[in-house]
């Protein structure tokens, strides 16, 4: 199945065997899960599950322990960040990863700094530009793409993090609890984006505590229990009492 | 503006509105303005308690400009490293030992090895505490205050506390005594080296990427940032920077010796902390630097001219500082 990588079967991204181990911590035993273009798949797991582990290896913030990641079918090595971001993924991680005395649209290219002329200055005025542009897209408002990080509320940092995401993420996007520190509506509104993404034909993997969510949003419920892959269920054929069974590992 | 060839992507607008002069003044942070405010204050005070002395005439104005062209020097490596957040306590000691092997091979060997020497002297020591820092993962802190140690030792040991005259008067005019037209050299080097510096903490890439490393180390690295690279730059900006101050004290004073540079650690950290850049990281500014050197060149020369000796001068200086540092540092309530 994975050996024609432009098969329309092929998974966008293919997890094999994947683990990690800290030190003696075993974090994450072994996972494998197949993740295609246009589909989203929910981690779900209590805390210590693993659940951010996995997304980090993803992102090639943390190297696996064992087993292999392929993206159209081909192993890569995700050695870096910038490795996984070269390969169109993107993170909105739990801990949000923001530079909270620089102004937004500095966090939104950071890293990816437009410059223009000969000299390559930076080019504030652009970045600053598109930066409002993309956020009213996304309908998240601000007061200002100037003003720095720290002046925003919990919800508009969030919002902050998932437009850089959405904007650099070109095949796969990983969301750590994208909607834990946000209200109802804005909940609402995250939601909504990360449906259009995938109707854009993006990929998303996304942990959730919310089953709730993860049934309004997800087509496949993976669920990590102390590191270990409990299964993988469609959200079509299952129902919260199993998931719960499956998290908990109480029947 | 409108047309941007270099970079790949289309300009999707023409500078916009929140960019114009007005816009800019209203989201100014008036803490950032305390130093200039100050500046003037001082100035102000200086010129009229003073007036009979001559703080206010051209030949002392110029001279504490050129008294403060090492400090500001330093500073403005400094803004980079604290801006990282990082903190580099070897410059004095690198003052020393640079200005030593400068003026030794100026007199054995000749002018541009004798430069070349002095830089180089700056960078490796910057670039030891660099490795330091990033490879072994040490605090700054600490590598720079072994390495402040160790530096100054080197210093004495070169030539056994004995100072070093220096009889090269391209040397003297390029780095001291000399003009360019009615400019002192020693102004234009401050001139030069402050441009420089805000041209690439402010319109640079890497000036963009020291700052996202102070602020949040985890968040560069995440977005790609090579984080050690830029731990190790920034010391090797100072280091080099220091190296730099050397050359101009022995420009100046036309000799070198192991005291030089002794003081200047506490001067240059308030200096650059005065001019509004966090002891942190994350925030800073070049140009706030400056002015926060010029203070502190203006208190001493102030001092003196009052006729303080230096002990009453270190007692007036350090309640200058406090009273600085408390307008300007005090983190907003709530934050
Ligand atoms: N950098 C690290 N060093 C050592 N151990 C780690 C590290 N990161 C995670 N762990 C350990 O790995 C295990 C899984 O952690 P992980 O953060 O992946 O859990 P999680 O499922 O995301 O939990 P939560 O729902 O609380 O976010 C935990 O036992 C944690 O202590
Ligand atoms: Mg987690």
Redesign the interface.
Known sequence: MAELSTAPGTPLVRLAGVGKRFGAVVALRSVDLDVHAGEIVALVGDNGAGKSTLLKII?G?HPPSHGEILLDGEPVRMA???DA?AHGIE?V?Q????????PVY??LF?????????L???????M???T??LLKELDIRIP???VPI?ALSGGQRQGVAIARATHWGERLILMDEPTAALGVQETARVEDTILRMKERGKAILIVSHSLDQVFRLADRICVLRRGEQVGVRETAQTDGDEIVAMITGLR | ?ST?P??G?A???E??P??SVLARVR?VDPRQYVVYVAFLLILAFFAVTLHDDGFLTSDNLLNIARQTAPVTVMAVGMVFVLSAGEIDLSVGSIVALAALVTAIVLRDVGLVPAVAAGLGVGAAVGLVNGLFVTLLRLPSFLVTLATMGLVAGLARWTTDLEAVAVVNDTFASVFGSGDVGPIPSLVVWTIAIVALGHVVY????F???V??VG??A????????DVNRVRLAVLVISGTAAGLAGLLYVGRIQAASYTLGANDLLIVIAAVVIGGT?LFG??GSVVGALVGSLIMGMLTNGLILMGLDSNQQMVAQGVLLLIAISLTLREPKG?
């Open positions: 992102a913030v870096t960040p910038s971001r993170v991680y801990d949000l990863a923001l530079a909270d005395n620089q500095m966090n950071l890293g990816r700094e437009l410059v223009s002329g000969p390559r200055r930076l080019d504030r005025a652009r600053a530009a598109e409002a542009e200002s793409p100037r720290r | 503006m941007a270099s970079t992507q300009p999707r607008r500078a916009d929140p960019g989201r402010r319109h640079r890439r000036g963009a990427h700052l996202a602020d949040n985890q968040a560069a690295r995440v977005t790609g940032i966090r994350g925030a934050a």
